[in-house]
């Protein structure tokens, strides 16, 4: 394999693309009280935040395609790689905004090393050299150790090396666990870490954020990261983001025919009880049979596109987009409707369109053998969802003050750089509600298994 000369060689650029939908305050509220925050989704200390997570949970993410794609040869490998050299330019980037240019060259350089040691332990597994392989993870342990020591210097000793050597432990053995069980074809567990390691990064990223603003506080406004709503907008952007993620990456399996289709769209579709049951607790039985019936119907328009793609139907392939043309609007017309307007129509309409159509660039860039146009629609459809997370966190908010207004707190979250997010229930409640979007991602794989079996 030719993992480490493409993770080295390729250009490293990037640009974050995060469109947002226009949240409309139709009653006027306010959401704070004396003595209390404001209910805000987006704040300077907020918004920092959103950008960590969207960096560390796409290279958890990037990561783990990487992996599997070096292990089985396939000729997307250095594209998606490519794409991970550019988050790790990103991260660094974002890293010396806050430290100066020579503290984000020195992140950079410890960060990179762990991506070229789990890139070791790839290619010795491919070559059966299991000594390699113990090596790689001694190096791997290593590293830990030295980049826990930079961030607990970084931040003055706010982030203490300790927790952040245990924090950084969990996301090497989650990655690790996810490319084993995939090799050894255990799929469900694969995609059950990758899952979990994609949201450990989301605790990573509010406990880095909270030391930076805490730090800093001039900067970002003596806000505080760690809000209901900022946990809010969080949750929801986990959510969507992995969808976007899952769904790009089964739609890549589903057209190959990859062993793992079936767990990769397992992985999406446990998300669909889920979905029906949010809805029901927000706007109860009618409400979520109504949205399950929307919800459904785009399944198969986005089957239909895949087939009509593996049959090389053009026509087959303007229907199902047509499909999901009317699916959009009937869909956008549900979440104005359920938000009372703070959601317009006219925009959920736009959004979606965007959805819709960064996931297809990405397949027929897939299919069409121009993989770094791929992966950068994929990467694009990953940052699109934060934009999602932030208007419909910002609408839920609204909607429901009283359930997002909080003290201030003083000490550092309890995040554990890695642990479970310690959301109020309430905050979690809603967030479920926000997976009625993120359906708008996942639909268009559950059903893909029919393509395969066609």
Do not use: C
Not at 175 to 200: C, P, Q, V
Not at 295 to 311: L, N
Not at 337 to 352: N, P, Q, V, Y
């Amino acid at each position: 394999m030719k993992m480490k000369k493409a993770l080295l060689a390729v250009p490293l650029s990037v640009s974050l693309l995060i469109p947002t939908f226009t949240v409309a305050n139709a009653h006027g509220h306010e959401s704070h009280s004396k003595g209390h925050m404001s209910a805000e989704v987006s704040n300077p200390a907020i918004d920092l935040r959103a950008s960590l997570d969207t960096l560390l949970s796409e290279h958890a993410f990037l990561a783990v395609v990487a992996m599997q794609k070096g292990i089985d040869g396939k000729e997307d490998f250095e594209a998606a790689a490519g794409q991970l050299n550019q988050n790790t330019e990103a991260l660094s980037k974002a890293v010396g905004s806050v430290y100066g240019e020579e503290a984000g060259n020195q992140f950079k350089e410890i960060w990179s090393s762990h991506i070229g040691y789990f890139v070791d332990y790839v290619t010795a597994t491919a070559e059966n050299n299991e000594e390699g392989r113990k090596q790689a993870l001694a190096e791997l342990d290593k590293y830990r150790v030295t980049q826990a020591d930079f961030l607990d210097k970084a931040t003055e000793g706010r982030l203490k090396a300790k927790d952040l050597e245990e924090g950084l432990k969990v996301h090497i053995d989650q990655l690790i666990w996810a490319f084993e069980s995939y090799r050894t074809g255990d799929y469900d567990k694969a995609y059950d870490n990758i899952s979990e390691a994609m949201h450990h990064m989301f605790m990573t990223g509010k406990g880095l954020s909270w030391a930076i603003t805490d730090q800093f506080p001039d900067k970002f406004e003596n806000k505080s990261v760690d809000t209901p709503a900022a946990d809010l907008r969080a949750d929801l952007n986990s959510v969507f983001s992995a969808h976007a993620a899952l769904a790009a990456l089964t739609m890549q399996k589903g057209i190959d025919g990859a062993k793992d289709f079936e767990a990769a769209a397992a992985e999406l579709n446990e998300n669909t009880d889920d979905i029906t049951a949010a809805v029901e607790s927000v706007y109860g039985a009618e409400g979520a049979a109504q949205f399950k019936e929307i919800w459904s119907s785009h399944i198969g328009y986005f089957v239909d596109y895949v087939t009509a793609t593996a049959e090389k139907n053009e026509e087959g392939k303007k229907q199902a987009i047509a499909e999901l043309d009317e699916y959009r609007m009937e869909q956008a017309k549900f979440l104005d409707t359920a938000t009372e307007g703070r959601l317009k129509a006219a925009d959920l309409e736009e959004g979606l369109k965007v959805h819709i159509d960064q996931l297809l660039a990405a397949f027929n860039s897939y299919t069409g053998k121009d993989y770094p146009a791929a992966y950068k629609n994929i990467s694009e459809a990953y940052a699109h969802m934060f934009g999602v997370g932030q208007s419909l966190s910002g609408a839920i908010v609204d909607q429901f003050p009283d359930k997002f207004a909080g003290q201030k707190p003083s000490d550092m979250p309890k995040t554990g750089m890695g642990g479970m997010s310690q959301s109020t229930n309430d905050a979690i409640l809603w967030s479920l509600f926000g997976l009625i979007l993120a359906s708008a991602t996942t639909a268009m794989i559950l059903r893909k298994k029919a393509t395969n079996n066609s």
